[in-house]
C-alpha cells in the first residue's frame, strides 16, 4: 500500500474551503475532473456520510463512498469500485484554521490492483499523477474561493 499526501493553504475561512472541496460536483471545474455523478445522496448532507459519487478523472473511473462527515473538519471516503482496478483502505481530507486561511490536507492510501508490478506502478507512475490531480482540485479550490474575496 502507498500512502499519499497534498497540502496546500488557502486563503479563505475554513467553512467555504470545506464546502467547495467536500462537495465534488465542483471537481469539474478543474481540468482533471471530466465528469462527476452524485449516485447516492448523505445523510447528514447532499455529500455527507453515505453519499456515493461517481468521478471520471483523467486517472480513470472512480466510485466512492463518504465513511465519515466532520463538517467543516474533515471527511473520509473510501474508493469502492474504479478503472484502472484498485485496492483503497480509504482516504481523508482535513481542514484546519490558520492565520490566513484554511490548511488542507489531504491523504489517500492503496495500491493498483494488478496481479504483478501493482506497488511499482503506484510508486512510480500513479503516485506522481494523483499528487498532481489532488493538486490541481486544490488550486482550483483557492482560486475560486480567493476570486470571491475581492
Known amino acids: 500500500m502507498t500512502t499519499i499526501t497534498v497540502e496546500r493553504t488557502i486563503e479563505a475561512p475554513v467553512a467555504d474551503v470545506f464546502d467547495w472541496v467536500a ?3 465542483n471537481y469539474p471545474r478543474s481540468w482533471v475532473v471530466l465528469r462527476e455523478r452524485l449516485a447516492t445522496p448523505g445523510t447528514e448532507a ?3 456520510v453515505g453519499a456515493v459519487r461517481i468521478l471520471l478523472w483523467v486517472i480513470g473511473w472512480f466510485r466512492e463512498r463518504i465513511t465519515a462527515y466532520d463538517a467543516p473538519r474533515s471527511f473520509d471516503y473510501l474508493v469502492e469500485r474504479s478503472f484502472p482496478p484498485s485496492r ?6 482535513e481542514f484546519t484554521e490558520v492565520p490566513g486561511g484554511t490548511h488542507v490536507v489531504w491523504t489517500t492510501t492503496g495500491i493498483v490492483a494488478l ?3 501493482g506497488a511499482f ?4 507512475i ?8 489532488f493538486g490541481r482540485i ?3 479550490a483557492a482560486r475560486e474561493l480567493t476570486q470571491q474575496k475581492r
Open 46 to 48: 447532499p455529500y455527507g
Open 88 to 93: 483503497h483502505e480509504g482516504g481523508r481530507i
Open 121 to 124: 506502478v503506484m510508486r512510480v
Open 115 to 117: 496481479p504483478i508490478g
Open 23 to 25: 462537495t465534488a460536483r
Open 138 to 140: 486544490l488550486d482550483r
Open 126 to 133: 500513479a503516485k506522481p499523477f494523483i499528487v498532481f490531480v
